[in-house]
């Protein structure tokens, strides 16, 4: 019986590439999802939708942030979003050479999924927005202060900023194993508690992408099929920057802040669980 022959670097890479892909793809999948039900099924402008609500998109995107998650974490890690991959370049050792690969698999996922759920609910969303504006354009695609509050593009870069580094301090915080990391394989879930906390407590004012491929790749598809408007806001200003530079700048900022006031004063591997590491 002959050894198994070990991956060559490429083909680890590709593995790697293609469950950041499906992972991101199956985020989309329900978080835009159920956008694309809520908008095409009630309005939301009730208290509650015919087929959901406020609530239910926060849950729906978190849960969808825990499966793809599940999906991608043995292979690549799961980062699923480009701030994450930055970051963990930054702060994490993640080698700087699969940044850009795995940002542009991440996108591709999030076009895919959103192409799906454009496809899927075409019907719906003819019917609630014959026009394709932006009525139903936040589907797929954020816009400051969801289109109806009077949030500006700096208001909005500035919400994602905020947003986005919760994101990255809470993932390291809850990833990292020296710290108190959620033990039974139920770290994905904590992660999309993550996602839906931000979604119910910081969503008015940009819509919470929080992830530059989950705006930009279903911004994409939505242009792709008929939304002439994807790129800009409703005031007419050009937009689809903001959910791109916000998020990299916040990720960062979130990592940072980890590192400064928590992981530098953990105890090493080395150190008894639960006393505090003796000060040099």
């Not at 985020?27 to 956008?35: E, K, Q, R």
Request: aromatic content about 10%.
């Amino acid at each position: 019986m002959t050894a198994p022959k070990p991956q060559r670097p490429r083909s680890v890479l590709l593995g790697e590439l293609c469950a950041e892909f499906a992972g991101t793809m199956v985020l989309i999948l329900f978080g835009c999802g159920v956008v694309a039900q809520v908008v095409a099924g009630g309005d939301l402008t009730k208290p509650r939708g015919a087929l959901g609500d406020h609530d239910s998109i926060a849950w729906a995107w978190g849960l969808g942030v825990t499966l793809g998650v599940y999906v991608a974490a043995r292979l690549s890690g799961a980062h699923i979003n480009p701030a994450v991959t930055l970051s963990l370049a930054a702060f994490k050792g993640f080698p700087w050479s699969k940044v850009l690969p795995y940002t542009v698999a991440q996108t591709v996922g999030a076009f895919v999924g959103a192409l799906l759920v454009r496809w899927n609910y075409t019907e719906a969303l003819g019917h609630a927005d014959p026009g394709h504006t932006f009525k139903t354009q936040f589907v797929f695609s954020t816009l400051p202060g969801n289109g109806a509050l009077p949030v500006s593009e700096w208001g909005a870069l500035r919400d994602q900023i905020i947003g986005t580094a919760i994101l990255v301090l809470l993932i390291f915080a809850v990833t990292d194993v020296l710290n108190s990391a959620p033990k039974a394989n139920l770290g994905p879930f904590v992660i999309g508690l993550i996602v839906v906390a931000i979604g119910m407590a910081w969503g008015a004012d940009a819509g919470y992408a929080i992830n530059p491929a989950r705006d930009f790749g279903p911004r994409l598809a939505s242009y792709l099929t008929g939304y002439r408007s994807a790129w800009r806001d409703q005031y007419g200003d050009l937009y689809f920057w903001v959910p791109i530079v916000g998020p990299l700048i916040g990720g960062l900022v979130g990592a940072a802040l980890y590192k400064v006031l928590i992981s530098r004063f953990l105890p090493t591997a080395e150190t008894e669980v639960g006393r505090t590491p003796t000060p040099e």
